[in-house]
Nanobody, 128 residues
């Protein structure tokens, strides 16, 4: 079992930056496939970034070049550095974990199955 708790959300003006954190507790593993997702009101949840245990990463086209996913295995913490934020980045951001390594296909990493562990989310609001 793994518990995930996100933090670091807030309100920022367009062009600003935020750093989200996701602390894992319980029985986390350094070999977990982890990711960040977001969901805006009235929209479906979308994948933002995925990271494998060997730090191979995959990003959504909408955030590529602006967001960076990383992890600190010693602290069991996942991060999402968000720069050059846009109003369309406004959403609830969630972290998720899969208790084994990601699969690699077509140059993109993803969990072999569905993410089984989710945090409750942290709100990011970007004003124009």
């Amino acid at each position: 079992q793994v518990q995930l708790v996100e933090s670091g959300g807030g309100s920022v003006q367009a062009g600003g930056s935020l750093r989200l954190s996701c602390a894992a507790s319980g029985s986390p593993s350094s070999r977990m496939c982890m990711g960040w997702f977001r969901q805006a009101p009235g929209k479906e949840r979308e994948e933002v970034a995925i990271i494998d245990s060997d730090v191979t990463t995959t990003y959504a086209d909408s955030v590529k070049g602006r967001f960076t996913i990383s992890k600190d295995n010693a602290k069991h913490t996942l991060y999402l550095q968000m720069n050059s934020l846009k109003p369309e980045d406004t959403a609830m951001y969630y972290c998720a974990a899969y208790l084994s390594r990601c699969s690699l296909s077509g140059g993109r990493v993803s969990p072999p199955g569905r993410f089984g562990y989710w945090g409750r989310g942290t709100q990011v609001t970007v004003s124009s």
